[in-house]
């Protein structure tokens, strides 16, 4: 079956500390890419995308995520976080095949400390 | 553009009601979801559309039932609402192969 996997589910960082959380998808051919992240209290917003060319994405506030095919993985990075970036961050695959099932992964929190 | 908007914002039931969550949206998407978050289980799809009058079940459809009788707008309804159905209640759109746009959610409590 399909599927999307954040192993990391809580992670606690300090500020200027990097980060990198991971996600993995299950073999399903071709996908399109995402990241989310969930300020507390708010809804989920779009911080990067990938489709397709260059493997290494740059998205808002600084994180950028890199795709490596052989790994079916699309781990989120960022050099230096702020307190400002706790929130919950989720990865979602679609499959563009088969089902064309729209995943999201469990979910990653993330608590900065100042 | 309002993007995806959902009324109401909150709400308190008592065991057995009813009520309707209504979704609308002004982006002209086809796809549709509505999801449940609660703590620490991230988003689970109750029900969702891929156009207007269409729908099909979610992973959590039990005890919810929706309508997508015009294309902006996607109804969740609960015949007779439980505790377990306390949650936040998020609806999305998107068109194509692109992301999902959220709606802001509506917190419902069930007593």
């Known amino acids: 079956a399909q599927s999307v996997s954040q192993h990391n589910h809580h992670v606690i960082l300090s500020e200027a500390a990097s980060l990198e959380l991971g996600c993995n998808y299950s073999?399903?051919?071709?996908?399109?890419l995402f990241w989310y992240v969930q300020y507390p209290g708010q809804h989920l917003q779009l911080l990067l995308k990938y489709f397709s060319g260059d493997p290494l994405v740059k998205g808002i506030k600084g994180f950028e995520a890199e795709f490596i095919k052989s790994k079916f993985s699309f781990n989120l990075r960022k050099p230096s976080v702020q307190w400002s970036d706790t929130a919950e961050y989720f990865c979602a695959v679609i499959f563009l095949s088969g089902t064309y099932k729209y995943i999201f992964g469990t979910g990653t929190r993330l608590k900065v400390l100042a | 553009n309002a993007g995806v908007t959902q009324t109401p914002k909150f709400r308190v039931l008592k065991t057995g009601q009813s009520m309707t969550l209504l979704c609308a949206q002004d982006m002209n998407h086809e796809y549709m979801y509505w999801y449940r978050q609660d703590p620490g289980m991230g988003l689970r799809l109750i029900h969702y559309?891929?156009?207007?009058?269409?729908?099909a079940k979610g992973e959590v459809p039990d005890g919810y039932n929706v309508s997508r009788l015009k294309k902006q707008n996607f109804l969740l309804g609960l015949e007779s609402a439980a505790p377990s159905q306390t949650s936040v209640y998020f609806c999305?759109?998107?068109?194509?192969?692109?992301?999902?746009?959220f709606g802001p959610g509506t917190r419902l409590t069930v007593l």
């Open positions: 073999y399903g051919g071709t996908v399109n």
């Open positions: 559309s891929v156009g207007e009058g269409t729908t």
């Open positions: 999305a759109s998107r068109d194509g192969y692109n992301e999902q746009f």
